[in-house]
């Protein structure tokens, strides 16, 4: 449910998901995600504000993903949470 532009963390989507001790658990959950699953994994970051990917290919194809979505990053690859975390609100789907 997080909403194009928008980042959460790892942590983030633990809580919400009643679970506040599980972030390592969300990302063995993102990675183990099938290709097309159509699940927006490129909108979860660690708690560094980072892309957290190891490999260099999908980090790279992560922060285009996001790019294209309007998220910035700054010149040591960080994203603004200020500026671009989700609130945990809710986005209506359009019709």
Do not use: H
Not at 27 to 39: D, Q, R, V
Not at 69 to 83: C, H, M, R, W, Y
Not at 87 to 94: I, P, R, S, T
């Amino acid at each position: 449910m997080v909403p194009p532009g928008k980042v959460a963390t790892y942590k983030q989507i633990a809580v919400l998901a009643a679970s506040p001790l599980a972030a390592r658990q969300v990302g063995y959950a993102m990675a183990a995600l099938p290709p097309g699953s159509g699940i927006p994994w490129q909108r979860i970051v660690n708690s560094r504000n980072e892309i957290p990917i190891k490999d260099p290919a999908a980090a790279v194809a992560q922060r285009q993903r996001l790019i294209f979505e309007g998220v910035l990053f700054n010149a040591q690859g960080q994203i603004d949470l200020k500026t671009f975390c989700w609130d945990g609100k809710q986005v209506e789907k359009e019709s």
